[in-house]
């Protein structure tokens, strides 16, 4: 594939870091910046990695989506917080033939998308790594980074082309056959690990998977979240599944091995920030009791964050 024009809307640690990684690879990268922009402009925009350090000396900034114009691909790196503003952020990057890739974490972002974009020119995408915002300027890639990508419609030519864009770039960058399905995958991390992080008073991860009674609840967490998936992938007559004992493996494993790190929503937590509660733990919940599945753990951890999100220094009363 040629070099392509890309909007990278949401630069904060996983939108800039990822839109490095593409304007590293060659592509035509814009980046729209709000909290860095004043010290990337005077520095450019520094990235530390396991693979090895480097900076984008000048990259192409702007501060309104406007100034970016119409993309080949825009590639949507918002909390799903600021779902609210996200078709406004978008919009002015998108045009005739533009595609959308969600680098966001939740369940429904993407039909949120197809309301107001169309269908068939969204993706999503399930980043797993661990990456986070340093000094203005600078992000901080400290372990693992692949990502896997499927198509709101599940249409292979189009995962195919979303793969051809990310071929060049220093990124472990696969597809799947069902979005819907990775997204379930993608939350049997984020909800027992996100949840429990803010939970327990703000720790990192390495507590969570230290600790043995925490340790047993993330577990049992995880797998209501497989049984919640799976019922809503027979409802949608998906013929995918997720594979319970395989996924508690894996992701325990990589737990394990990521040492002290600080989940997103734990992030947020301790900073007094807005945090992802709605789409990553009340969406799912929502689908599990319009099903009849029992979630007690996902429903306690729901209801503990949604209060935590309600007391915050500023919080809507």
Request: charged share 20%.
């Amino acid at each position: 594939m040629e070099a392509q024009r890309v909007a990278v809307i949401g630069a904060g640690a996983v939108g800039s870091y990822y839109g490095a990684r593409l304007a590293q690879a060659g592509h035509d990268v814009h980046f729209l910046m709000r909290r860095d922009y004043d010290a990337v402009r005077a520095g450019g925009l520094h990235c530390t990695s396991p693979q090895g350090d480097f900076v984008l000396d000048a990259p192409s900034i702007a501060r309104t989506a406007a100034e970016i114009g119409p993309a080949d691909w825009v590639v949507c790196a918002l909390k799903s917080t600021s779902i609210g503003e996200a078709r406004a952020l978008a919009g002015p990057c998108v045009g005739p033939r533009t595609r959308i890739l969600l680098l966001m974490n939740g369940l429904g972002l993407e039909e949120r998308f197809a309301e107001w974009f169309g269908r068939e020119r969204i993706f999503g995408g399930m980043a797993f790594t661990c990456v986070n915002r340093g000094e203005p300027g600078c992000v901080h890639h400290l372990a693992y980074g692949a990502v896997t990508v499927g198509h709101l419609l599940d249409d292979a030519a189009e995962v195919a082309r979303a793969l051809a864009l990310w071929a060049p770039a220093r990124v472990e960058f696969s597809g799947v056959e069902s979005l819907r399905r990775a997204r379930w995958e993608k939350l049997c991390w984020n909800i027992p690990f996100n949840g429990l992080c803010v939970a327990a008073g703000g720790v990192m991860t390495d507590v969570v998977v230290g600790d043995p009674a925490l340790r047993a609840i993330a577990r049992a967490t995880m797998e209501e979240v497989v049984v919640a998936g799976n019922a809503d992938l027979e409802a949608r007559g998906e013929a995918l599944r997720l594979d319970g004992p395989a996924i508690v493996e894996t992701m325990f494993a990589l737990t394990d091995n990521m040492g002290p790190y600080r989940p997103s929503t734990m992030i947020d937590y301790v900073e007094g920030r807005q945090m992802e509660v709605p789409a990553i733990f009340g969406a799912p919940l929502a689908r599990a009791q319009e099903l009849g599945v029992a979630t007690p753990h996902l429903a306690t951890l729901t209801a503990l964050l949604q209060q935590y999100a309600r007391n915050r220094p500023g919080a809507a009363t």
